[in-house]
Each structure stands twice: as C-alpha cells, then as structure tokens.
C-alpha cells in the first residue's frame, strides 16, 4: 500500500477530500503526514481529527526561502511518502524538492492549464472572458504549473459570475478529479511518455 504525504496551506478543503477517499476505500494508500507552511492553516484541524501527523513549517519565520526549503526536503525526506500531494499549496517549490521526487509529486490547479497559471487563476478567467474554466491535476516540476497534465475537468462560466461563484464551481470538480488522480498513481496506472500522460486500465482480476 502507497504512503501519501499532501501539502497545504490553507482550508484544506482538497486534503480532506484525499481523506474521504481513503476513508471510503477509492483511495488504496494511507497518509502519513501533512505539511504546511501556515500555522494558522485549517487543514491542521482537519489532520489532527484524523489522527494524521502535522508538521508545520512557518515560512515567515525562515531567513530566506532557501534555509525554508532545505527544511522543508528534509521533512518531504523524513515521512517516508512514496507519492505527495500538493493540495492548496500557495508556494512555487524549488528545483531541488522537484528533483529528489520527480514523478512522484502531483498538484491541483484552478484552471485549464496551460492557461492561467500561477495565483488568482479564477480572476484571471473572468477578466479574459472565457466561456469555459475548470481544473487540472498535473505532475510537479520545475516550471510554473506546467507539468504534464494528468486529468482535466470544466465548468460554465456563467454571466455574473465574479472570482468567488466561479471558484466554487470550480472547486466542487476539484474535489472528484484530486482523488481520482490520487488514486490512479497509488495503483500504478499512470504512464508518462514526455508531456503525455496515459491512464492505464486496471488490471484484470484472477
């Protein structure tokens, strides 16, 4: 069984919904451990009504991003994850940390990458005038949100919509396409060939 380790800074809202799926058995991995840069983050609470370990890495508090991101491998080393999960994760994270867990870290972006990359992804949408938005779960790497995608789902723009409804509506798909994504990796279904990624069928059954 994999061993998950998922990385948040805010509500967590996407990392319990790993956790609901864990629960309810769609996910066949356990979860080892949240980190978070945020101590105020709600997904704290969230991990400790689990019974998950916390570790709390406070950005403001480091000298630099570099001794904060020498940390915070260290601590990515120390859990013993096999894949981790960047759930609501505000920060870019560094060549090294990409490096040591290359194919093995996954992110959920609130856009139709490789459109609207980095913050405020919503906003962007809305004053582009797109008809479409959505979210995307790809791997990590170097670049910004630009790793190959691994699933894609959409939302209606709707008029009126303003960052906060479309966000929500966004948000709802989040919570099916993270998991899923989780899932497929945690039973060996996931095939990358450049930036193209193939979902493999389950194996058959004896």
Do not use: W
């Not at 061993?3 to 058995?25: E, H, K, M, T, Y």
């Not at 949408?125 to 779960?137: F, L, R």
Request: aromatic share 6%; charged share 20%; with cysteine.
């Amino acid at each position: 069984m994999k061993r998950i380790a998922v990385l948040a800074s805010g509500r967590g809202s996407n990392f319990q919904a790993v956790l609901d799926a864990i629960c309810a058995g769609t996910i066949r991995a356990g979860c080892v451990r949240l980190i978070t840069d945020k101590p105020g983050a709600y997904a704290i609470t969230r991990a400790e009504q689990a019974g998950i370990p916390v570790t709390v890495l406070d950005y403001a508090s480091y000298p630099s991003k570099q001794a904060y991101e020498a940390d915070l491998l260290a601590a990515m080393q120390d859990c013993g994850a096999d894949i981790f999960v960047l759930a609501g994760y505000m920060r870019i994270v560094g060549d090294a940390i990409v490096e040591a867990f290359a194919g093995r870290m996954i992110n959920i972006h609130p856009a139709l990458l490789p459109s609207f990359t980095g913050l405020h992804a919503q906003r962007q949408a809305i004053e582009y005038g797109v008809k479409v938005a959505g979210c995307t779960v790809h791997f990590v790497d170097t670049g910004l949100d630009s790793g190959p995608i691994i699933i894609q789902a959409c939302v209606p723009v709707l008029d009126g919509d303003d960052e906060d409804t479309l966000a929500g509506r966004i948000l709802v798909e989040e919570h099916r396409v993270l998991p899923r994504a989780v899932s497929l990796l945690c039973d060996d279904r996931i095939q990358v060939e450049g930036r193209h990624v193939r979902i493999l069928p389950p194996p058959k059954a004896l």
